[in-house]
T-cell receptor, first 106, second 114 residues
């Protein structure tokens, strides 16, 4: 079993929709969690860290569920510019999920 | 700072040839990571260094792959001999010890082995 797993998608949603991604991790001792965004043919860039109590950054909300060992990313009022692949990362040694591809359509 | 610098950006080689990928981390960053990304397997951690010392190389696929970090400002990933299944995008990333939330990736090297 991979250490970090994500639904690869693709998720195709209309503008304005709310979309959520989950990412599960196998190491219960994991302490640090992150969401990255990767545009086509570009490098991953940090979108946001995930804190135990959950955190929000504008239209983006990240949550952690330790009991079920998953993190989630919620995007509200999606924009065309949100189209990208979203990767979760776990721990300081940065194990990544394979990424979830999102396409937002007009 | 120019960020993490990788070279070359693109590499096309023939099966059996040696390939060397290079990375210059951000100055002052103590951690350096090498990743490989493919459609099938996603972004895989190959190896990472802390203060130039390899900490975990469990992701290195096989003996054909080797990585070195001779000093704080330079690392190489070598594949010898290369095979078509090594075709992928190889990313290098660096991070300072004091802040695990900040990891910066280089632009990657797109490797094609024919």
């Amino acid at each position: 079993r991979k250490e970090v797993e994500q639904d690869p998608g693709p998720f195709n949603v209309p503008e304005g929709a709310t979309v959520a991604f989950n990412c599960t991790y196998s190491n219960s001792a994991s302490q640090s969690f992150f969401w990255y965004r990767q545009d086509c043919r570009k490098e991953p860039k940090l979108l946001m860290s995930v804190y135990s109590s959950g955190n929000e950054d504008g239209r983006f909300t990240a949550q952690l569920n330790r009991a079920s060992q998953y993190i989630s990313l919620l995007i509200r009022d999606s924009k065309l510019s949100d189209s990208a692949t979203y990767l979760c990362a776990v721990n300081n040694d940065m194990r990544f999920g394979a990424g979830t591809r999102l396409t937002v359509k007009p | 700072d120019a960020g993490v610098i990788q070279s070359p950006r693109h590499e096309v080689t023939e099966m059996g040839q040696e390939v060397t990928l290079r990375c210059k981390p951000i100055s002052g960053h103590d951690y350096l990571f090498w990743y490989r990304q493919t459609m099938m397997r996603g972004l895989e951690l190959l190896i990472y260094f802390n203060n130039n010392v390899p900490i975990d190389d469990s992701g290195m696929p096989e003996d054909r792959f080797s990585a070195k970090m001779p000093n704080a400002s330079f690392s190489t990933l070598k594949i010898q001999p290369s095979e078509p299944r090594d075709s992928a995008v190889y990313f290098c990333a660096s991070r300072p010890t004091g802040d695990p939330n900040i990891q910066y990736f280089g632009a990657g090297t797109r490797l094609s082995v024919l």
